[in-house]
């Protein structure tokens, strides 16, 4: 029953997303001029991606006692996006433009593929209970990628499923990511999902998980990831408000002017600096 139940999940996933495909269109068009505005101080989705891989191969690189895992890089990746659950809707997203259905849908069937192999190929265990992490995250990001109330709806509806699945199979950690899912689209954007306070949850989240999956270093991945993206919102002009509500001063080094051409080739420079300064060290340790 147990199985049955975490394998339903990317059903659920799938099932959300149909529901608000046809609204995504009208939703885009009413919140245009508020999206200009928010992208101009927010650094790009792709940019938070490549440096939450980067950190996540920096991990699996070089953390004594943590074995390198792909699935523990994309872990780190996607917790890099974690904290813009909060944004009404991400710019890369919006990049996709008319294809963004398609990667929705893409995103839901590759979750429903990873799952449904760990159903029926993998045994009870650490493996498939890995299997099935990874086909959440990438139900999460499917479901994730639309715009305005239509997005907020359909994460609420994912992180009360969340909450739900984790409850009927006593996984503490997976009613916690639930309701982290559920309530960070209704908060302003970089405000609680951008603090301390988020980071600390969501590495717990990964610690419960890491201690139920077997898997060793999630948190480290799910931590490092997340705050990779805070760090990277320092180098703005917004800044972060790290230890927002005791404190509501912003944290920045406005290095990076974001929207704008010389915003945008300082963030791929970074994003390169910071892949060929891990490769190197990976590289050394491994004695190459």
Known sequence: MMRLAVVSWPCLVVSCSLSVVRPVTAQLNELTTDNEQLTTKT?????????????????????????????????????????????????????????????????????????????????IGSEQRLYYTVALAFGLIGVGMQGGSARRLALLFTGLGTVVAGLYTEQLWLSLLGT??????????????????????????????????????????AGTGYVSHLIADSLTKAGVRWFLPLWDRSFKLPLISTGSPSGNMLEVAICTGYGLLVLGLVVGRMGF
Do not use: C
Not at 53 to 68: D, E, H, S
Not at 83 to 105: A, I
Not at 193 to 221: E, K, M, N
């Open 180 to 221: 982290f899912v559920a309530l960070a689209p209704f908060t302003s954007h970089r405000s609680w999902t951008h603090t301390i306070w988020a980071t600390a949850l969501w590495t717990y989240i990964g610690h419960l998980a890491d201690q139920h999956l077997g898997w060793r270093g999630v948190a480290l991945f």
């Open 43 to 123: 650094m790009r989705g792709s940019s938070h991606l490549a440096i939450g891989l980067i950190t996540g191969v920096a991990v699996a690189g070089l953390a004594p006692g943590i074995p390198f895992s792909l699935a523990g890089i994309a872990l780190a990746g996607f917790s890099s996006l974690a904290p813009d659950l909060d944004h009404p809707e991400s710019r890369l997203s919006k990049r996709l433009g008319f294809t963004q259905n398609y990667v929705r849908w893409a995103f839901a069937a590759g979750a429903l593929a990873i799952a449904s192999y760990a159903y029926f190929q993998l045994g």
